[in-house]
């Protein structure tokens, strides 16, 4: 995907600061929230504010380009893999980490028990994960 080229569609101006942001979340695994994704781009772009990094995620996130994620946590956490996915947190170090989960198979589940007709799936798991279990040893 050219970010770009998406930005220009939806009517968005491209500016380098936009495409480092962009940069930081592209096939990250770590699901990085707003500070993590300013404190990362601080050394290359001192001007850019906290501000800034929240403004351009909610206009990624409105032109579906990254997910954000709803965890029990303050900040949001930004996810580049916009496909229909589960998660699971580390109670003790924070990492989320994706779960592969067929969200079909749910919300028939889900149908069939309420009657309702499903919109979405929103399923997320806390539990310790390999590296902490161990250190915990
Ligand atoms: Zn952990
Ligand atoms: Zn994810």
Do not use: W
Request: hydrophobic content about 35%; overall charge neutral.
């Amino acid at each position: 995907m050219d970010i770009a080229e998406v930005l220009r569609k939806n009517g968005y101006k491209v500016t380098p600061q936009r495409l480092a942001v962009f940069g930081t979340i592209d096939h990250n695994p770590n699901h990085p929230n707003a500070e993590d994704i300013y404190k990362t781009l601080q050394p290359r772009y001192p001007s850019m504010s906290l501000a800034t990094v929240y403004k351009t995620m909610e206009i990624f996130a409105k032109i579906g380009v990254v997910q954000v994620l709803q965890c029990e946590e303050d900040a949001h956490r930004y996810d580049f893999n916009t496909h229909p996915h589960a998660h699971i947190r580390c109670v003790r170090c924070n990492r989320v980490v994706d779960v592969d989960m067929d969200r079909d198979v749910l919300s028939k589940l889900a149908a069939e028990q309420t009657g309702f007709k499903v919109n979405t799936v929103s399923i997320s798991f806390t539990g310790v994960c390999t590296e902490c279990q161990k250190k915990e040893q």
